[in-house]
């Protein structure tokens, strides 16, 4: 299994879809760590609009109003949060990537990690106990070890 590569904030496979400010995508494929839009809003209904858009917290009607403007959120490819600052036209978005998405990689790898050392332990177990069974005579003349494939499994001949 590979190892889990090194922490990076340049996560090139990121993508946003249909949302307002392409430069967020640039940001999110690049190494910075933080962005902030500015001068893009009209106020800050407009950039708590933008964040809510951008972290996906729209409510069943389309409306933005139970986002607040700010939250975080881990997509397939990055992790981020979002914050809506300042007033009227200095009003301003803060993005910043978070490690949540490396994290949870991780994570996964290390499940999966887990699960192939099961599955070994589970092969294991009846090869020992056919090898075992082999040399007291106890196996049936119609099964024989697999010769030379360096895997403790027996293969069943048929007639």
Known sequence: M????AFSWHTPQATLQNYSYPQVQAFLRGPGEALTLSGC???????????????GKS????????CFGS???IESSYSISAEAR???RNAHVVIRKTQAWYQAQVKHKEGHKQELQAVKQLLRKPAAAAAAA???????????????SGVDIFDLMSD
């Open 59 to 66: 409510n069943r009607y389309g409306s933005y109003g139970s």
């Open 2 to 5: 590979a190892a889990v590569p």
């Open 71 to 73: 939250g975080s959120c």
């Open 86 to 88: 300042g007033t009227g």
């Open 134 to 148: 082999a040399a007291a005579g106890a196996v049936p003349a119609d099964v024989r070890p697999v010769a030379d």
């Open 41 to 55: 809003f009209s106020g800050i209904a407009d950039a708590r609009k933008a964040v809510c858009e951008l972290l």
